[in-house]
């Protein structure tokens, strides 16, 4: 039988918190040594047409990279991509999971979004291949959709579900689910529980056609809360180290006490109503330590994308988060190291050279933790390859050049994020940046290519202006190689 991803393909992207190096550099703050830099052993279950592996293989020629997932169509792309870029590192097999035995150990096994929408038996072998097939200090990551906020979204799957029942094609469930979304998001709002299904519609409507098919009207969705997860990972001899957001693990402030560490976690989610979850699991036999140290601390590096704004007379200090959220702190340490940790962004800075000198390392380490758990900043194990400047002969990513050529729009930076450029002068000029122009062959290479209006002569002066706002959003988007 054809696979629904063969039918209807997933958009498939790069999973920034699934990249090795963030997931090493959480393993190693919970006490574990992290396999080597560069040389990592990565497996990737489900990983549809390999988006997510792609770009690491591209990165880290050293290493080795394997792929996997049920549908052919998307593994074809894939595959295609693969021998597009020359990766030699790269394997993508095209496997029933409950078949397949992997071909030695890895030291990173990544399974975005598969546990909720997969039947328990295949579930239960992802957890079976984990335990197997993970080198001695390797780490899994496992994200799913999580319980108690996957009851709400559960109401909506049901209600969509049931609208769609008849439809004699996916194109036509999908087009009567956007009917339902839209009607029910635009009934009035007279009560909390209206309210919150509203806002579950305006989400699915937010989402792309295949999104809805393959997340909201699949057959198998089936969240579970956290303790439930953490008991099946046990039930293979693997603990549960974190989350690859610890934004969402920050259980600082809980109304009452928690027995344990792991029972905090799962008080968090339902005060949180939590509805998604990216478990780091390992081995259970690897000794973690909850309490933090700076020491662990030390061989990693930190970046932060913070805006800080002008210091208040009372001394207090607001920093502009992501997603219009802020921070503001009148704590002389978190002052220092998110303005130095600003002054540098988009590169990194090794945690030995933060200024946390005066300061008790136990305090300084729950700050740092403090910070990762606000989003303020990111801990990786190796920094990734970002300019802190625009160079006299700027490059910009060779992996995101090469997508252009391809005449795609969304290209990946260096930290493994998605980058939308819908503009064709800023994609030109991402072109242009190989390392063999500098500003004057830039600024003419711009002009033959955008000429004035009518055609008369492309004003140098109005070139040159660009060309400086598009190399310093080149460099804010991380696109510029370091």
Known sequence: MPDL???VPYPSLPRPQSHPSRIAALAAIAGMTPPPVSRWRVLEIGCGDACNLLPLA???PKGRFTGVDRAAVPMARGRDMAAKLGLANLELYEVNLLDWKPNGEFDYIIAHGFYSWVPFEIRDRLLALCATALSSGGVAYISYNALPGGHLRRYVWDLLKFHTSRAASPRIRIEKAHEVARLVAALPVDDPGRAAIRREMENVLERGSEAIFHDDL????????????IGHAARHGLQYLGDAEPVRDDVRDLPWPAEDWFEARQYGDFLACRKFRESILCREQIPLRRVLSLDRFQALAAASRVKPAEPQPDGAQKFELSQGRSLTTNHPLVKDVLCFLASRWPGSVPVTGLPLGGYPPEDAAD???RLVEAE???FWQQPPRVAMAIGERPVASPLAR???????TMVTNQRHQSIDLPDESGRLLVSLLDGTRDREALA??????????????ADPAAIERALQVGLQEMLRLCLLVG
Not at 402 to 408: D, K, R
């Open 402 to 408: 090469f997508q252009l050529s391809l005449g795609l």
């Open 376 to 378: 303020a900043i990111e």
């Open 218 to 229: 699949s057959e198998t969705n089936d969240p579970v809360y956290l303790m439930d997860f």
């Open 444 to 457: 003419a290479a711009m002009g033959r290519v955008a000429p004035g209006p009518e055609g008369a002569p």
């Open 5 to 7: 991803y063969d039918e």
């Open 367 to 369: 700050m740092l933790m």
């Open 58 to 60: 591209f990165e880290y």
